[in-house]
């Protein structure tokens, strides 16, 4: 973990957590998405709500975990736990809302039918 990434108390700062929420749903959509939609289409953030369980610190291992919940119009429900596999004590959880747009105009979009398809497959 970086220095910068450490706050005063010597904890890791709340920011990391929103870039590792934002991180993993990225990894997420690029590894579970064919190269057509990749293309496509992308993702913007409309909410991110996080909270803070415990503190992670300097050296700790993190993992992060995502899942989407649901597809509602143009938006997409995502999760995101934040844990500390050596004592399995979860740091974070944050809800993410999520609006896709069709490229490479930007304009909203109903997620198209076949997203469900493939993220109920990626989630299982």
């Known amino acids: 973990m970086p220095e910068s990434a450490i706050d005063r108390m010597d904890h890791v700062n709340n920011v990391k957590y929103l870039q590792w929420v934002q991180d993993v749903a990225e990894a997420h959509w690029q590894d579970n ?40 119009g143009v ?15 979860i740091l974070s959880t944050a809800i993410t809302q ?11 979009m109903r997620v198209p039918d076949e997203f469900t398809k493939i993220y109920e497959r990626a989630n299982q």
């Open 33 to 72: 998405s064919t190269p057509e939609m990749l293309e496509k289409y992308a993702w913007v953030a409309l909410e991110h709500t996080i909270k803070y369980h415990a503190p992670a610190f300097k050296d700790d291992e993190i993992i992060v975990e995502t899942w989407v919940e649901k597809f509602e």
């Open 75 to 89: 938006r997409s429900i995502r999760h995101t736990k934040i844990f500390r596999p050596k004592d399995d004590k």
């Open 98 to 108: 999520w609006c896709l747009l069709s490229m490479p105009k930007g304009r909203p």
